[in-house]
Nanobody
Framework: QVQLVESGGGLVQAGGSLRLSCAAS????????MGWYRQAPEKQRELVAA???????NYADTVKGRFTISRDNAKDTVYLQMNSLKPEDTAVYYC?????????WGQGTQVTVSS
């Protein structure tokens, strides 16, 4: 069973930074797309950032210029560098991998940004 394990969440003040990591139990090169989603209380899960096997990236408008997604194929890990964090970034962040028409999800990591 494929596993995606997130880490790096926590409590940070507004304006601060965090880096999330997503470690995969198999080669991340096998995923055509890997991404980070988030879900705030009483809101739908939304795409934050995605990166293709070829390295193309896509970001939600709300995080453009502040967040950066990257991947290290040698370590089978995807990262989300989050800078200039805002209270509205508070959510559970989930790692996602898409391969063979199926989505795989991690268990999520909480990010809380205090004002």
């Amino acid at each position: 069973q494929v596993q995606l394990v997130e880490s790096g969440g926590g409590l940070v003040q507004a304006g601060g930074s965090l880096r999330l990591s997503c470690a995969a139990s198999r080669s991340i090169f096998s995923y055509s797309v890997m991404g980070w989603y988030r879900q705030a209380p009483e809101k739908q899960r939304e795409l934050v950032a995605a990166i293709t096997r070829g390295g193309s990236t896509n970001y939600a408008d709300t995080v453009k210029g502040r967040f950066t997604i990257s991947r290290d194929n040698a370590k089978d890990t995807v990262y989300l560098q989050m800078n200039s964090l805002k209270p509205e970034d508070t959510a559970v962040y989930y790692c996602n991998g898409f391969a063979g028409g199926r989505h795989s999800w991690g268990q999520g990591t909480q990010v809380t940004v205090s004002s």
